[in-house]
């Protein structure tokens, strides 16, 4: 296993993201971290620095130390259901003891309710470095989006009891959606939530039905996703509430799931039966808003989680194809593995990219929320809407690719459980699944690229004069492949919904190839290394683009797409 | 019962990774980063442990301004409850930097204890400590593993010897030099800093005292290189010997003696 003293400080890319690509100025203002009187921080700089910092020590040296050693233990033992309790491994506990003696488990949270009230870009870094080390672990440390959605809509009385014990650690939490016949379509939800006192609108409510494949689900403070209305008058999502739930002998564990990765994070069938439930913000709400909400922060935090799995692949199959000798020479100077380690570099580098660039629209769009900036909060929320489920796909995709191909640099060592990048395989197809498939990911993508909201995206890189040739020249090409995302994105307007569903991985592809293009050109203005990144990276994607282009054009009929025999 | 202990901490030079080329491309030695001592990072987190455990106070104490790490500012991120740095322009000797740190802890007062690591750049003789007992006229013991029992007036430590363990009780208050040999897991591996700490006490004020104001007057007697000089070249005259002639050898040793 590769070593290292800290995950931050030893990673250049990441550190050039954070220190030079990241538009800190931009949130802080944004969010109000800096600039009025009761800022928490004098200066952007000041603000920067604690920032940065902090995911150096304690994070990066928590994560390098403490969390990785305990990786492989972690994943061999998993968790045991006993007496309907969860029970963790130690070294599990041990890790969440660790987050926890370090204050790092309320890092989004309000300050007013104990926690450090960091930015999201600032989170998913520290998501990404978190799983780089154990990719099972996000399922706890990325749990924090919970408190988050908590904050922002529950009652006053509901936040001063949950949040500070959340901020500190001492209460971990869940959010419940998935039921057997609900888990892509959440709209066919069918635990009950009733109204003890009919008569009374503010009384309690009690939860009944079962829940399954959920993270952490012997969690204390569960939000569930559950029908509150009757369905004969308000059908699907327009039915469905959002409570809270606290741990009691009302909820009951029932198993928990032996599934192909992520071991040390325990998904629970739970069974509420007649649980005392309070509802968090408005009856009918809980789908299309508050559920909305929790899952575009969780989608964040998955892309961060991809990113550091594919991180950690990525640097053990560079070690090894350093070390390994084969044909009396090391394998990483052969060229066909020299290629497969440029393509997972490439890939990790351009997830990053985009991850950062995502998280920061994500943070510009609740700073101008609260400022009530109600242009700029369209305009970032637009951009996140869309950036967030195609950062999910992307990376996650990709996370996929990153860690198979570092099996196959390891040969049948890969295979064998006495190297990390079999768990890491295993552990990186769920990335592609939860909260939400790469299916669900392209689908809300494509409804917005089909409405233009990419257009604003782009527009900084449309008029925008590149002084280096050589970038300039990149830049053309790229230039050159915008008409392509065009007219494929009219085409799916113009031909249908139906058209619009088959091909939209397509375009969503095309769209990812273009804007990241431009991600990485603007990094190689201030990295000399990443003219040879994004170099590579438009080898591959320009003539991807210009493939998915003339699919997606063509005059295919719907029928090639389905090979069913009639 | 609670117990007031002085930590004693020290920035090194990171001397772990030093394969590779030791010139920069200026031809000049580069620089090695520097770090926590880690025995005093060790120690830290003994006092600290004690303080959960029983309550009481950690005091950390340190000389000199700080080079890349501030390790008070450290120490109170990872829960050290006061800091104190004594000033000083000068590159001590040990025997002065022990006189300027004891004038320093009885100006903090009373404590129970006095820790402190074996320390790397010593040669992990851990003659500070030495030093220090001395001048605080306390009990010491160095190469201390684990401190085992502790209680009113008195402490009992583990040192790893040859073939086992052997456990030293010392009256309190005691200066205690640790070497701790860490283990996976190891209970007593340094905690990592406290995210709110950190931000909380990123600019907390840190009182100085310089040499006057500790009431040592004057310039530290201290040991200086008063000067070098290298040894004489010696002479190596070589002769050819005919290995065949017995003569040639005959005159050869008669040479020798």
């Known amino acids: 296993m590769v070593t290292s003293e800290n995950f931050y400080q030893d990673n250049p890319d990441l550190r050039f993201v954070m220190e030079q690509m990241v538009d800190w100025a931009a949130i802080f203002a944004m969010r109000g971290d800096t600039g009025h009187a009761e800022a928490p921080f004098d200066s952007v700089e000041e603000a920067r620095e604690a920032n940065l910092d902090m995911l150096s020590d304690p994070i990066g040296t928590i994560a390098a130390q403490r969390i990785a050693p ?110 057997a016949d609900a888990g892509s379509d959440l709209s066919a939800v069918r635990t009950r939530s009733l ?14 039905g079962s829940k399954r494949f959920i993270t952490n689900g012997c969690g204390d403070v569960l939000l569930v996703l559950a029908r509150s209305e009757d369905p004969a008058k308000y ?41 005392p439930a309070r509802l968090i913000g408005r009856r009918g709400h809980g789908l299309t808003r508050y559920t909305a909400w929790l899952m575009a922060a969780a989608r964040l935090g998955v892309a961060a989680q991809s990113v550091g799995i594919s991180e950690a692949a990525l640097r053990e199959a560079e070690a090894y194809a350093n070390d390994r000798e084969q044909f009396g020479k090391k394998i990483a100077e052969l060229p066909a593995v020299a290629v497969m380690l440029a393509e997972m570099r490439v890939a990790t580098e351009a997830s990053r990219a985009l991850l950062y660039a995502t998280s920061t629209f994500v943070d510009l769009q609740e700073g101008a929320e609260k400022l009530g900036l109600n242009v700029e909060e369209k305009k970032y929320g637009r951009a996140a809407d869309l950036l967030t489920p195609m950062v999910k796909y992307y990376t996650s995709e990709l996370c996929n690719m990153v860690t198979s191909t570092a099996i196959q640099v390891h040969g049948g060592n890969g295979f064998m459980k006495d190297y990390p990048v079999e768990r890491l395989f295993r552990d990186a197809r769920i990335t592609n699944i ?52 065009d007219q494929a994105t009219a085409c799916l307007k113009q031909r249908g919904p139906e058209y619009r569903d088959l091909m939209a991985r397509r375009v969503v592809d095309m769209a990812l190839d273009h804007y990241v293009g431009w991600l990485l050109l603007a990094q190689a203005e201030k990295w000399r290394y990443k003219r040879k990144v994004v170099r590579r990276f438009l080898a591959d994607a320009l003539p991807r683009l210009r493939m998915n282009h003339e699919i997606v054009m063509g005059d295919r009929t719907l029928d090639l797409e389905r090979l069913v025999e009639a | 019962m609670s117990y007031h202990i002085i930590v004693v901490v020290r920035e090194v030079w990171d001397t772990r990774d030093l394969v590779g080329e030791p010139l920069g491309l200026d031809g000049v030695l580069k620089p090695l ?114 401190l085992t029992e502790l209680v009113p007036g008195q402490v009992t430590c583990r040192r790893e010897i040859e073939m086992g363990s052997e456990f030293v009780r010392l009256p309190l208050p005691a200066v205690l030099a640790l070497g701790v040999y860490l283990l996976k897991d190891d209970p007593r591996t340094p905690r990592a800093a406290k995210a709110m700490l950190k931000l909380k006490l990123k600019k907390a004020p840190i009182p100085e005292w310089s040499a006057a104001e500790l009431g040592l007057a004057g310039e530290p007697r201290r040991m200086r290189l008063a000067g070098l000089t290298a040894l004489p070249q010696r002479n190596v005259e070589t002769h050819d010997v005919d290995a065949g002639s017995e003569a040639a050898l005959a005159a050869l040793l008669r040479d020798i003696r």
């Open chain 1, 195 to 208: 109204l003890e006192a009919e008569e009374n609108p503010d009384g309690d409510w009690t939860l009944t």
């Open chain 1, 434 to 485: 939860y909260e939400g498939t790469s299916q669900i990911q392209v689908d809300w993508a494509v409804v917005r690229l089909v409405r233009g909201e990419l257009t604003a995206i782009l527009e900084p890189y449309a008029g925008r004069v590149w002084e280096d040739i050589e970038l300039a020249e990149l830049a053309e090409r790229l230039h050159d492949s915008r008409p392509l995302l």
């Open chain 1, 235 to 275: 059908g699907g999502g327009r039915g469905l509430s959002f409570f809270l739930v606290t741990r009691g002998e009302r909820v009951q564990i029932r198993r928990i799931e032996e599934k192909l990765g992520i071991h040390g994070s325990p998904t629970c069938e739970i069974y509420f039966d007649k649980a």
């Open chain 1, 70 to 179: 305990r990786a492989e233990d972690v994943d061999r033992l998993g968790c045991r259901l006993e007496n309907g309790q969860v029970i963790f491994s130690e070294p599990l506990q041990r890790n969440l003891d660790d987050l926890r003696e370090a204050q790092l488990t309320g890092l989004t949270m309000d300050p007013a309710y104990g926690g450090i009230g960091f930015s999201k870009t600032f989170y998913s870094a520290a998501v990404e470095l978190v799983s780089r080390a154990d990719a099972s672990l996000m399922n706890f440390f990325g749990l924090q989006g919970i408190a988050d959605t908590i904050q922002q809509f529950a009652s006053d009385e509901i936040k001063n009891e949950i949040l500070p014990d959340m901020a500190s650690g001492l209460l971990s939490g869940a959010m419940v959606l998935t039921e």
């Open chain 2, 33 to 146: 980063p520097r770090r926590f001592d880690p025995e005093d990072l060790n120690s830290l987190e003994q006092a600290l442990q004690i303080k959960d455990r029983e309550g009481g106070s950690v005091t950390v104490l340190s000389v000199g301004q700080p080079g890349e790490v501030d390790v008070l500012r450290e120490c109170l991120y990872r829960g050290a409850d006061e800091a104190f740095r004594v000033t000083t322009d000068e590159d001590l000797d040990t025997g002065a930097r022990a006189a300027l740190l004891a004038a320093a802890i009885r100006r903090i007062g009373a404590h129970d204890l006095v820790l402190l690591g074996v320390s790397v750049p010593e040669g992990e003789n851990s003659l500070l400590a030495g030093e220090l007992a001395g001048r605080l006229g306390h009990a010491q013991l160095t190469y201390v593993d684990s």
